[in-house]
């Protein structure tokens, strides 16, 4: 098949952005989205251009890298991530707007690469258990039931890719920051750290620079893993629970 | 760049041996060598600096771990976030001798799996040493909060894997490496904002830095400004994982490559069994040229699935019109009492058996079926969905066919290495302080790795083994001198980094990086690939320098090193694939037996199996580097085998 992109070029952080457009030919349906964009880069480099920068790696749908907002949607049209999404998913002739995430808290780098560094500092500032290596007991010696394991394995699952975030009118970092919380929060293990975490990570969060909430529910439209809205509500009522009890905001 | 007369030559140098293994009872010598080895001080150790190069489930356990204990750690990846190291993308499960299922597991039989599952050329030693930590690894997890598939009453949950007998693996439905990576992750991200690392993401190593024989820092480039920097510490640790990249395509991400593993092969460190690498039996076939990558299906697929061709070649109904008594079930019909969980390597060269026959399904052949009919009859639907539903929608997303009404196709590709840097017990180098933990090493696999074996592999040596080892290395030698930027031999290697950049960047010839590395990817897919002659192996050393003289003859980069350049990136790692592809073949045509995922066609049983040959190469074979195109030096560790005497394996 025979496409336009509309693709964001933007030099590096400092530089001003723009939409370039380009022709790409003799794309196959089987192919994935970031193979077409491939494509295009080789025929780029040949005739001595700048290749589109994006960020991708595993391009198994798990590592989290890849980051691109296709006609407006975080990950483009399927709910998967931009490396999982299939040219089969568009049609012959189409034209198609290429973009990074679009959020205060994640300046662009360059082109379609965004700096996410903001979610390694929320993670940080709690989204974990205190664990030193070796001070671990028999791992039969705390039963989890099951329901609490799948509860903590469903928000355990997010990439932190940032989709939330691009999706999110607000570039809030709610979906992202409950997943985590949830996760932990559920768990035996992630008991002692419960409120501080909560207060810790939501504090972090909004010094990123990350919109409130008002619960439009795209976040979870757009998250590849399926974390559901719900994840936020839950989040709210930990750090409702976590004030009371520890008289901190 | 001038190539030795024979492309197959090399020399033979003094023998390697591993000094720190201590001798005694095999299930001692852990708690023996942990004894022996010096300690630090506690409160000397933040005066202490060491590099870690990686945060997979080796660089992150390691650098989280290191930390904890009081160490000064600096530590780098090239993704933006060190929660996307490649061990994410592991699916299956972890190995642990629990013995929960009371089903005869152990210790002893965990380490006597693995040792037969390497197929004899591993050390005992260190698989021993695996086995035992094992047990560890799942309680340290489990602390942190990792979110293993659990039973109804609240315990933990496992499963079987290929080259098994028992139910020892144990998991988060199809995503145990991101799972236990996130672990890792998350311990590394408290010691980051404890402020005992300091954690350098998009920051590529390129060089090593050797001073007076020891390792003492690393040449580094960030790579969104550019700049290229020093970095210095008293210990270098790689944990960059492995290099099945060299073919192109393979399971691995992207962005994974070989430069750390091989720079430091340049400066001195030896690279052991660079031949054994692991075609994985289930991956999703390519469809076209235009492939990328190859995406793996969990090997915990064969618990339920059953592989099978039709009896006929060139039959080309679509499977669900293939009555039973036409197909052939050909992993149960020849190894009857694994059937379809024979160890990767026995499976890989069985489909690429019946493909060869011309009894390949899909398109090109090049395929057999994955079939969970019969499953779904069994158990129903739902509980296979509970049990694989990730793996079936990422296979229905990638190809558009519905596994749970259409089998699946697979076949097998490049996934792992075993092959790697040479390292003692102590996981370290022939470089003093340079480490090298994680599949960047090649000590406990042997020639082919069991299912499940490399998360397992990975945590044990970032949790317990070098976090023990390393402090001996330091106690012994506390670097007084300081190594600078402004030392000679820093500058030197400076000048030399950014002069290969400079001239990848100044040639501006008529091929991109992607071409070539597609180019030699199909040539050792080929010829160094699951099946490798003599003739095939010479071919491919005399066509690899020729590659090498195109590519900095007609290798185009764009842009400047000053920026964010991943053509820059890429054509730079190709540099190294491009010699360590050498190696490789090499290594493949001088161990003239078939050995693990390697089959070699001039060593083969009357009945076409592989056939072993211990008289000759019971060895591991670690190469030292001599010079780009110059024969390298053979250096032989022999194995001993005191408690798993080798036999040809049989998984009849």
């Known amino acids: 098949m025979k496409l336009t992109l509309r693709v964001w070029r933007q030099q590096n952080a400092a530089a001003e952005g723009a939409m370039s457009t380009y022709e790409v030919d003799g794309i196959s349906s089987d192919m994935s989205f970031l193979e077409m964009l491939d494509t295009l880069n080789e025929e780029l480099i040949l005739k001595g251009e700048d290749p589109v920068a994006f960020d991708h790696d595993c391009r198994e749908g798990i590592c989290g890298a890849c980051s691109l907002v296709i006609n407006g949607d975080a990950h483009g049209p399927e709910r998967t991530t931009t490396c999982q999404l299939h040219m089969r998913s568009f049609k012959d002739g189409d034209t198609i707007d290429i973009e990074p995430w679009r959020a205060a808290a994640f300046p662009v780098v360059k082109d379609l690469v965004v700096d996410r560094s903001a979610f390694d500092r929320i993670i940080q500032a709690g989204g974990y258990v205190t664990a030193p290596t070796g001070a671990a007991p028999e791992a039969h010696a705390t039963p989890v039931p099951k329901a609490d394991a799948d509860f903590a394995f469903e928000h355990a699952e997010c990439i932190g890719c940032g989709a939330c975030v691009a999706a999110c009118p607000n570039g809030a970092a709610m979906l992202f920051t409950s997943a985590k919380i949830n996760h932990l929060n559920v768990l035996p293990q992630g008991a002692p750290e419960r409120e501080s975490r909560v207060l810790d990570m939501v504090a972090q969060m909004d010094e990123e620079g990350f919109g409130g909430c008002t619960l439009t529910g795209e976040c979870a439209t757009a998250c590849p893993k399926g974390i559901p809205l719900v994840s936020i509500t839950s989040m709210n009522k930990e750090w409702l629970r976590a004030t009371r009890k520890s008289g901190r905001r | ?652």
């Open chain 2, 1 to 652: 760049m001038t190539a030795s007369a024979e492309y197959s030559d090399y020399a033979t140098g003094a023998p390697v041996v591993d000094t720190k293994a201590p001798q005694g009872p095999i299930n001692e010598r852990w708690d023996t060598r942990r004894f022996e080895a010096k300690l630090v001080n506690p409160a000397n150790r933040r005066k202490h600096t060491v590099i870690v190069v990686g945060t997979g489930l080796a660089g992150g356990s390691a650098g989280a771990t290191l930390a904890e204990q009081g160490y000064h750690v600096v530590q780098f990846c090239y993704q933006d976030s060190p929660r996307r190291a490649h061990s994410i993308a592991a699916q299956g499960g972890i190995n642990a001798a629990k013995n929960y299922r009371n089903d005869g597991d152990s210790i002893h039989r965990l380490f006597y799996d693995t040792v037969k599952g390497g197929d004899f050329r591993a050390r005992e030693s260190n698989v021993h040493r695996l086995a035992q930590i094992s047990v560890e690894i799942i309680d340290q997890c489990v602390a942190q909060g990792v979110p293993f598939a659990r039973e109804y009453g609240g315990l933990l949950d496992t499963r079987s894997f290929g080259g098994v007998q028992v139910s020892r693996t144990f998991y988060a439905r199809g995503q145990t490496g991101q799972q236990l990576l996130l672990g890792a992750y998350q311990a590394l991200s408290r010691q980051i904002a404890a402020g005992t690392i300091e954690m350098h993401p998009r920051t590529e190593m390129l060089d090593l830095i050797v001073v007076d024989g020891r390792a003492r820092g690393i040449v580094a480039r960030d790579l969104i400004t550019g700049r290229i920097d020093t970095y210095f510490a008293d210990a270098v640790v790689l944990a960059s994982g492995g290099y099945g990249n060299v073919f192109y395509l393979s399971t691995n991400a992207m962005n994974s490559n070989a430069t750390a593993i091989w720079r430091a092969h340049r400066r001195g460190a030896y690279f052991a069994n660079p031949c054994f690498t692991q075609i994985h039996p289930t991956c999703i076939p390519r469809t076209g040229d235009h492939q990328s990558k190859l995406t793996l299906m969990s090997e915990s697929l064969r618990n339920d699935g059953r592989i099978w061709v039709p009896k006929a070649k060139g039959d080309d109904r679509p499977p669900n019109q293939i009555p039973e008594d036409e197909r052939d079930y050909y992993l149960e019909r020849i190894y009857p009492s694994f059937g379809n969980l024979v160890p990767r390597d026995i499976a890989s060269r069985a489909a690429k058996n019946v493909c060869d026959e011309g009894r390949g399904v899909g398109p090109g052949g090049q395929g057999v079926y994955l079939d969970f009919a019969d499953a779904i009859r069994r158990m129903g639907r739902a509980k296979v969905e509970e049990k694989y539903g990730n793996l079936f929608d990422m296979y229905e997303r990638i190809t558009a066919e519905n596994p749970y009404e259409v089998p699946m196709r697979i076949y097998p590709a490049v996934h792992y290495t075993m092959g790697g840097l040479w390292v003692d017990y102590d996981l370290q180098t022939t470089i003093p302080g340079l480490f090298a933990i994680g599949e960047a090493n090649f000590s406990d696999h042997g020639a082919n790795r069991l299912g499940a074996s490399a998360l397992m592999q990975g945590l044990a040596d970032g949790y317990f083994v070098l976090p023990s080892t390393i402090n001996d290395y330091l106690a012994r030698n506390p670097h007084h001198d300081e190594v600078t930027a402004e030392h000679p031999v820093v500058q030197e290697l400076l000048a030399e980094t950014e002069d290969r950049l400079h001239t990848l960047l100044a040639i501006d010839g008529d091929r991109t990086p992607d071409s070539f590395h597609r180019e030699l990817g199909e040539l050792m897919w080929e010829f160094c690939g699951m099946a490798r002659t003599d003739a095939g192996l010479r071919k491919a050393l005399e066509r690899i320098p020729q590659i090498r003289e195109e590519f900095w003859r007609r290798i185009k980069v764009p842009g400047t090193g000053e920026e964010f350049n991943q053509s820059l990136e890429k054509a730079n790692r190709i540099v190294d694939y491009l010699e360590l592809a050498e190696l490789m073949c090499l290594d493949a045509l001088h161990r003239a037996e078939s050995c693990g995922g390697h089959f070699r066609e001039e060593s083969q049983t009357p009945d076409g199996e592989a056939a072993r040959q211990d008289d000759k190469f019971s060895y591991a074979a670690a190469w030292e580097f001599t010079g780009t195109g110059e024969a390298p030096t053979l250096h032989k560790e022999d194995l001993v085998f005191e408690y798993v005497h080798p036999t040809q394996r049989s998984y009849a």
